[in-house]
């Protein structure tokens, strides 16, 4: 997962006789992409045409559905641009340039601490956005990334694309071809791919890219991914994975289990209430099983002891040196005192954040965002800096479905658990409920409410803080009621949680690197992943499991083996119409030890030429650990192949224009 | 939890002047009982009228309910003989005698381990509770219960009653007033009363019985209660409280969470749904609270800390004699060697055992029970003992109700989470499913099976091995077809890890009984809660959380305060029409220092002199860890006040007759 200012390239030279050069690397660069909403992409024509997985696209088939096309679960096809359909506020940005800003954030931050530290920290933040935004919000989009947990801050500048459409997604049955039970685990049998076009001024954009391979992987070849890690913690303290063990972890599994169970009954209800679910219910199962996965190896394996003791060595090493006491102090002390406090607050805090999902959220964004815009940009939290504004803009503007019975259950059982974890008698369930119930409440918010028509929310986000407090919206005044508790809830948490854990960790991993150093170990760490682009680079091989051998790959000749006929074994019609012309020996999927964690998915899988030769789609079981550490033995990262993606096209799809854009690299 | 042949009468004289005597232990004895299905009670009147709580009586008010009437949730009402029915399913049991037969399991034992030990531990059982019911089943149930984990093994037998039937229950919002979200808080508003009575040859039997004191206890007055808690892990090693935080507390809270959300939307598709789903949504909520509140204590508390201190300290006390190595040698390893074993056979054994649960668990008791029953007593496994036959059989015959919906949904989902836990190609999936989904699955096993009627479960039953195997049921095929697969992990289960852990915890129970007995200190243990009969002491007694006083005593004005008049802050319509005719100041519910736990239920509060002055239904959220440890300063018994109880049958019910019978105490 390294950062693309600082690419191992000795350790590649070394050991795969590959330097990437300057060209190569900003080939990749540009042909690679982020996806707003928490995936990775790339280019892969020069045609603006873009390579992403289906289920990064769920959202958009959804949007463009109706009640006579289900594009999410029959695909969605077109034969020239006219037919291509803008996705709904989906936002692909592509790097544009990395600067590093840990001097001025220090000089900001110097000898500050809690809300002080959080106010001065707030300012600058918004200033270095600012200025690099450069008056052109709709243009480029800056954040702030704080890589090795604060020991460096980095500026990421990305060139934002808002109008991307929909040019081909094959059935969901393929895409997600043996389900959730199939899901983490290998060998698979699946085509999770989209494809998509970056628009503007209504024309294709015309960018780098990357040749597509019609040949995909040979075993055992070095093989790169581009995308987005999106968290990994590598770099946690002893004291706060023991925190994710027992406060966050059980907390978000049970709230996302029970959300789980709710949405599988739902789903049951008619085939309505089953294509209005299937994105969430998708979306929850994929989280429960990443904090499932953590959570095991949280508690299996020897890592919280391993850390204590590095933990400890590391005081040690401070504490040997009187220097070194006064420039790092106490850090893991100050980590203990903040997670104290945190245990303190999160039910509230965190209970009513999760409470406030869907609709409730949107209103929740209104009347914060508002409140933030009538202060000086310096003042504002983050995510509400004038250069950030136009983000929250598209997401209100946007033409999401709205599903009234669904927003009406997510929201009761949200409110229900609230109350439940909160006591009946908490300021913060009476505001929300008074004498009524979660049920009857839910309901009267979900259907007097005006919020699910964007022109409404735009109108208030328009209107301003004046527009909001004159409003007669049900749920703008109920949230408006609760809103000085949450902003005060907030503030505290800000304060008095995540500033002293950001300095302790900025100490901590300053204290680590000057370590590191000390030792000559400096070059061979990378950051915690941030939802920025970085690379990871692997071979293409299998692994051992339970005394196992698992092969790198699976062919079409497999999937049909294990098709059953019963989802979610079923294989759409086209593919049992298309059997005998595909060849069973073609490669379908593939593994490979390139180190990616959620956030990666879509994120290509690129030869040494620069060339595209798989599309990364999940992750072995094992590689849930990965957010904790990375073991080349059993971590596998999963793709698609392009030789099936280019046999698909044409032999299963019939979309000749689209199989020779790829091919040809144009269209 | 004191058992009645071990009382603390020396530390009752001396904090409060108080000795049980004889007589009046046997007195309290044989007004208390047992209901089988989980719950406590007593005769509180000479002609077999027993006090317990409502939700004790919930399935069988669900069992009597039709579309017509709703008496789980509107109460039942009778005033006369004529009218009590008879609880479908349910049995009463009272205690008759206690015998210490640690010496018999002993010499049967000797020197065996593994397979060996668990067919010789089976065979003694067997025989000692076939003598013990001396060839009268129907009248004796004779239960082996394993005392101090094992350092003490006594018989204990009961009086069987199964005619019990329902003489009068409140409405479920009088009994269940807050809900959900007071469960387990306080102070709380409840009634959580019902009133049955034991036949025998068709007329009331007549038994010692509890007098009621219509006045209730005092504040800080001495009060016993006698009942059944369920139980308790106190004397668990720090690697089974490991074990059980690790690996057995995430594993329940999720599979129930699950089902809690799945519940949830179930009762909001229809009325008839949520009547169908109110019991199990109740009982699933409770564990959940329960698993809960034990997880919160494990991960916050230093009880894992302290238990490995004193585990240490106890070997090394062991290992400064031979002649204690060569007793009790290294039961702590051994222990750890179990819960390994344990670690890799969980997911497949329980996870199949959660997931047979509702009709299909119906026909697993089928196969399986008819399946022992063709081996001689003496090798069948505990709950397949030829004095045991006749609960499987009263099971098996009683109308217990039977919802084709909620039991496809349930069992769906059952298969649903195996097939995710296990795999789509494991081999005990693979029998369930065959190359179908779980919800057709579900759907055709609960439309095609005839068990739901007890006529053909007896029939099988009667038919025993060979009606069963020439079955055409298709719930019987296919659980025939899993049956041996699961007999095989249930002997690998039991004779590795159940086995081995029962010899260690016996060697470490009398390791520490011996290391007390060297110390003085042996009088003050009590052994582990095991659902037999104890008795626990307390006071009438408030106690004080987050820095608030709570009061022991609410009363009905605060009830009538604290009605909002929406669920599940409703009063029923008697309760608001008989407002201005009850007494504010009378006291409601009451806490106490007693310690209980789950299966206290139903446990009448008993003062000095013998008397009932309350009904225990409830216990603070602190109460909750009291699985595992007992705090006097945070730890309180929630029981309702015998004077609310007489109040409400005069005045609000109309119960004239009932009221007299418990005043005058026969009918």
Redesign the interface.
């Known amino acids: 997962m390294w950062t693309f200012d600082h690419l191992p390239r000795a350790s590649l030279q070394k050991h795969y006789q590959f330097t990437p050069t300057p060209q190569w690397t900003k080939h990749v660069i540009q042909s690679s992409a982020r996806l707003a909403e928490g995936c990775s992409a790339s280019f892969v024509s020069a045609d603006g045409l873009v390579m992403t997985n289906h289920h990064c696209a769920n959202a958009c088939l959804d949007a463009l559905s109706d009640k006579n096309h289900d594009y999410f679960r029959n695909g969605f096809y077109t034969s020239s641009l006219a037919e291509e359909r803008q996705c709904p506020a989906m936002e692909l940005d592509r790097l544009d340039s990395i600067k590093d800003v840990s001097a001025d954030i220090d000089r900001a931050t110097a000898g500050k601490s809690g809300a002080a530290y959080s106010d001065a920290r707030q300012a600058i933040e918004g200033r270095l956005t600012k200025e690099c935004v450069d008056g052109n919000p709709t243009r480029w989009r800056c954040d702030i990334v704080s890589l090795y947990h604060g020991g460096q801050t980095a500026l990421y500048r990305y060139r934002r694309y808002q109008d991307v459409r929909a040019v081909m997604a094959p059935e969901q049955d393929i895409a997600f071809f043996?389900g959730?039970?199939?899901n983490f685990?290998y060998p698979r049998y699946d085509i999770d791919l989209s494809m998509l076009r970056v628009y503007e001024n209504g024309a294709p954009v015309h960018t780098p890219y990357l040749p597509f391979n019609p040949n995909g992987p040979k075993a055992g070849e070095l093989v790169f991914t581009s995308g987005n890690p999106g968290r990994t913690q590598r770099g946690l303290s002893a004291a706060e994975l023991r925190f994710q063990r027992?406060?966050i972890n059980?907390r978000m599994?049970?709230s996302n289990?029970?959300?789980?169970?709710?949405?599988?009954?739902?789903a049951?209800?008619s085939d309505r209430h089953r294509q209005e679910s299937q994105n969430t219910f998708f979306l929850v199962q994929n989280r429960l099983k990443a904090f499932s996965g953590i959570?095991e190896s949280l508690?299996?394996s020897s890592i919280i002891a391993q850390r204590a003791q590095e933990d400890d060595a590391l005081q040690a090493w401070i504490n040997a040196d009187p220097a070194r006491v006064k420039q790092y102090g106490t850090p893991f002390r100050q980590v203990d005192a903040a997670l104290t406090t945190s245990r303190t607050l999160l039910p509230r805090y965190v209970g009513l954040r999760q409470a406030l999902r869907g609709i409730a959220g949107t209103a929740l964004t209104l009347v914060d965002g508002t409140t933030q815009r009538t202060r000086p940009d310096a003042q504002r939290l983050a995510g509400f800096h004038d250069a950030q504004l136009g983000e929250i803009e598209a997401e209100l503007g946007a033409q999401t479905p709205f599903y009234p019975e669904l927003e009406t259950?997510t929201l009761?059982?949200a409110l229900?658990t609230l109350?439940?974890q909160l006591?009946?008698d908490d300021p913060l369930v009476h505001t929300l409920l008074g004498?009524?119930?979660p049920?009857?409440v839910a309901a009267h918010l979900v259907q007097s409410t005006t919020l699910s028509d964007p022109k409404n929310r735009l109108a208030l986000w328009k209107g301003g803080d004046k527009a909001v407090k004159a409003s007669s919206d049900p749920l703008i005044v109920v949230i408006r009621r609760l809103y000085p508790a949450y902003a005060a809830l907030r503030k505290h948490f800000n304060d008095d949680v995540t500033a002293p854990l950001n300095q302790a960790n900025t100490r901590i991993a300053r204290a680590r690197l000057a370590h590191a150093q000390s030792l000559g170990q400096a070059d061979e760490r990378y950051p915690d992943a941030t939802f920025s682009p970085r690379l990871s680079y692997g071979t293409v091989t299998g692994w051992t499991q339970n005394g196992h051998a698992i092969a790198p790959f699976t062919t079409f000749g497999g999937m049909y083996q294990h098709a059953?006929?019963?989802?979610?074994?079923a294989l759409p019609q086209r593919w049992l119409d298309a059997r005998s012309a595909l060849k069973p020996d073609t490669k379908l999927d593939f593994v490979s030890t390139n180190d990616i964690v959620g956030g990666n998915s879509g994120s290509p899988v690129i030869d040494r030429n620069g060339h595209a030769v798989g599309l990364i789609f999940d992750g072995n079981l094992p590689s849930l650990a990965g957010d904790l550490y990375y073991d080349i033995t059993q971590n596998r990262a999963v793709a698609t192949d392009t030789s099936a993606i280019i046999s698909a096209l044409r032999t299963v799809y019939h979309e000749p224009t689209l199989a020779d854009e790829l091919s040809h690299g144009h269209r």
């Not at 059953?564 to 074994?569: A, E, I, L, S, V």
């Open positions: 043996g959730d039970p199939d685990n027992d406060v059980p599994i049970e289990t029970l959300l789980e169970g709710m949405l599988w009954q739902y049951r209800e959570q508690r299996s259950a009761a059982l229900t109350r439940q006591g009946t004498h009524d119930d049920d009857s059953t006929g019963h989802p979610p074994f």
